[in-house]
């Protein structure tokens, strides 16, 4: 049974590396799009530009706009002296936020009343307006500690210490490189399982696998394990980017992230399987990978946690063996727990994968076109 | 002059013919109207109500050594709120092993000196411990701790008589999404990416099924141009994408509830220029691969993760190194993104629209030039 397995994988995978196109497809773009993805998908901010609309120039102005100034999070690009000028600079996207210092400001400070500091900022991505408003939150909180103590004022009678656990400076980047390992294999080794049944029932070479002494679990097996192989060396890749290019600290084992891409890659080839045997045509194996696909990414927790989402589509998201995975590489990377807390994401995987290869099994002894 | 009329005349009736092999085509095999219509209704509805980035309900734990009133009048502010879904526990440790088993995101701890601190007026610690994996999520609980904590001292103040000592009060006026409804601007933002992917693959598929069939051989011996077959593919497939458009649009208005404070006609306007480059883009990948297969593949690898990471429809572009904000420039959805932020939030900003636009004609035109260049009528 093995021998036959393996030559059936070792056509696989010399029919996938010897076609340029084919090649391309497996080792370019995963590649290119971790150097790009890994940069691209932060929340973190950096050089937001901004405008000052300063009605008052007193020194506790001079000094906050300074931080301001001084922050590496904002860009001052321009002064502006008329408040009419705010709306246009806004809406065109000129700048993110305009930093407006009252009249009174001095005053109010000298005074001791609250001198309000009044922010502007486009809310078309309401979630980088949130983030932003964060970082200018931190920069006049900073200011006021230090005017308290420099001009001898008596402070709040409570004060927050924050401390943010596995992620000390909350650099989104760790949060999403390590993810992405999971997105670019999973669409890799989808692009290959999925597809190459349905090719094989287009070009009507499927009939003649079986006319071969090949059992239907044969062939499984054999279309799976160039997928897995693959999806191996992308993964060992993407972790060595992941740790020497990006600096992501590694806290736990190795070993349990590889346990966690295997079972990972047997649910995602199982899909992949699965999608290619209900289908007729290459043209459905597409549509089927894209609609497995999209719903596995988006809902995966990759960027909108999953608790945000409403409970029915939690539910949905069970049966996406990325949402696991993606609590696994995060978890190797900066957290390092135990199998022990790991073996919840585990299993689900498993019988992810176990389910979906029967099913695929199944269906090829049932169906045939 | 009589032949060129007649070759005009001859060309509008081939590409008829044309067209209605490709009708009949859609209407036989229902699966493109399944993609163009199906599909984004589908995903839309899944997306729309997944993805949120707006945190509710954060399970949170309350450690209090020592209860006193202050402590009472403190905690008290977190069960209030809808922000948080706080628990009580009795010590640190069985807080942190709460922490480490996902079971809440943050900690909220205040030490036995906490009232004795508080009534002598010197800066009482309140300790905070926030779950960092998720960065931005975490940021957000920071910053919803900070809100709880600067109106506890406020009413504190009131209640004491004490003036609150501060010298600088920031004040927030977030415009055209001031409830920071976080759907309001994904919901836009997905209909770009989804589109993207059913623009791309409806006619990525199609050319490539015609080489591998061999029907575009049987083509090529009729008098038709290369031209018209492009057209003839692009036409139908046209239709069907802003029929799957124009159900995105619906769902994000009626279903979603995203105010539109821009004026539709020129929502569609652009989103034809949008979809224009998507056909062109699913073309280029289709006269490019040749085979089905080989489309397929790439049209999976190309098409979704940059319009989903690089489009701006989540991650800011902006803050990207300079080299990765170059590679956004290729990537239409970046530009029908901004339109639809702008159109859906904003309003009609020409400043923004027509950059933008342009930015979409001359990917269309690009990308259909390219693919009328390298197909010809020719075998290998």
């Known amino acids: ?369 | 002059m009589n032949t060129a009329a007649a070759t005009r005349g001859g060309s509008r009736m081939r590409l008829r013919g044309l067209l209605r092999k490709e009708f009949l085509q859609i209407v036989r095999d229902p699966s493109s109207i399944a993609i163009a219509l199906i599909m984004p209704v589908l995903l839309l509805l899944l997306f729309g109500y997944g993805v949120s980035l707006d945190a509710k309900h954060v399970p949170l734990a309350l450690v209090v050594d020592q209860p006193s009133a202050e402590t009472a009048s403190f905690t008290s502010a977190f069960t209030a709120t809808d922000y948080f879904n706080a628990h009580y526990f009795s010590d640190l440790p069985d807080a942190r092993r709460a922490m480490m088993t996902g079971q809440v995101d943050g900690i909220v701890r205040l030490r036995s000196d906490f009232s004795s601190h508080f009534h002598r007026g010197d800066a009482a610690p309140i300790q905070v411990l926030v779950n960092g994996v998720n960065a931005n999520n975490a940021r957000l609980i920071e910053g919803y701790i900070n809100g709880v904590w600067a109106a506890w001292l406020a009413t504190q103040s009131q209640q004491t008589g004490q003036p609150l000592s501060i010298p600088v009060a920031m004040q927030q006026r977030i415009w055209f999404n001031s409830a920071v409804r976080s759907k309001d601007f994904l919901v836009p933002g997905l209909i770009a990416v989804i589109m993207t992917l059913i623009g791309a693959m409806l006619t990525a598929l199609v050319m490539a099924r015609e080489w591998e069939r061999g029907t575009m051989e049987a083509l090529m011996i009729t008098p038709v141009t290369m031209p018209e077959i492009l057209i003839g593919k692009l036409i139908p497939y046209f239709v069907l994408g802003m029929g799957g458009m124009a159900l995105s649009v619906g769902m994000a208005l009626w279903l979603f509830n995203v105010p539109l404070h821009g004026s539709i006609l020129l929502l569609f306007f652009c989103a034809s220029l949008f979809m224009l480059a998507s056909l062109g883009m699913g073309l280029l990948i289709s006269v490019v691969a040749r085979s089905q297969f080989v489309a397929g593949q790439v049209a999976l690898v190309a098409t979704f993760l940059p319009a989903f990471l690089l489009s701006g429809f989540i991650f800011d572009i902006d803050s990207m190194p300079h080299i990765v904000q170059a590679i956004t420039y290729v990537v239409a959805a970046r530009y029908f993104v901004s339109i639809l932020q702008t159109l859906f939030l904003a309003g009609n900003i020409w400043a923004i629209v027509i950059p933008n636009a342009l930015a979409l004609i001359v990917m269309a035109v690009l990308f259909l030039a390219v693919a009328r260049k390298r197909s010809r009528k020719r075998l290998d």
């Open chain 1, 1 to 369: 049974m093995w021998p036959r397995i393996f030559a059936l994988a070792l056509k696989e995978l010399l029919a996938m590396l010897r076609d340029p196109r084919s090649r391309f497809v497996v080792i370019g773009p995963p590649i290119i799009q971790l150097l790009v993805f890994g940069y691209a998908a932060t929340f973190d901010l950096n050089h937001v530009k901004y405008a000052v609309y300063a009605e008052d120039h007193g020194a506790a102005a001079r000094q906050l706009l300074a931080d301001f100034a001084g922050s590496p999070n904002f860009l001052l690009a321009r002064n502006i002296d008329r408040e009419t000028d705010i709306r246009e600079l806004v809406e065109r996207r000129d700048v993110l936020m305009v930093v407006h210092v009252g009249q009174q400001f001095s005053r109010d400070i000298a005074l001791g009343r609250p001198a309000p500091l009044q922010l502007i900022i486009d809310g078309r991505n309401s979630n980088t307006a949130l983030v932003a408003l964060g970082y200018a939150q931190e920069i006049v909180n900073r200011f006021n500690a230090d005017w308290t103590e420099t001009h001898g004022l008596t402070g709040p009678p409570a004060v927050i210490q924050s401390r943010a656990w596995f992620n000390p400076n909350l650099e989104s980047r760790w949060f999403f490189v390590p993810g992405l390992a999971g997105l670019i294999v999973l669409v890799v080794t989808l692009a290959v399982t999925a597809l190459s049944i349905a090719r094989e029932r287009e070009h009507g070479t499927f009939d003649q696998l079986l006319v071969t002494p090949m059992t239907p679990l044969d062939i499984l097996l054999g279309k799976s394990l160039p997928g897995v192989l693959i999806g191996i060396a992308e993964g060992t890749f993407i972790v060595l980017v992941t740790i020497f290019w990006f600096n992501v600290p590694l806290l736990g084992s190795l070993l349990a992230f590889y346990v966690g891409l295997l079972l990972f890659l047997l649910s995602a080839v199982g899909m992949g399987l699965m999608i290619s045997s209900l289908c007729a045509t290459l043209q459905q194996a597409l549509l089927g990978t894209f609609l497995f696909m999209m719903p596995a990414v988006i809902l995966s927790g990759f960027a909108t946690p999953i608790a945000n989402m409403p409970k029915p589509v939690q539910w949905l998201t069970l049966a996406d063996p990325l949402r696991y995975f993606l609590v696994v590489v995060r978890d190797v990377f900066l957290e390092g727990s135990s199998f022990g807390v790991l073996f919840h994401q585990l299993w689900p995987m498993a019988v992810i994968g176990v389910v979906s290869m029967a099913l695929a099994s199944w269906l090829f002894r049932h169906r045939l076109y």
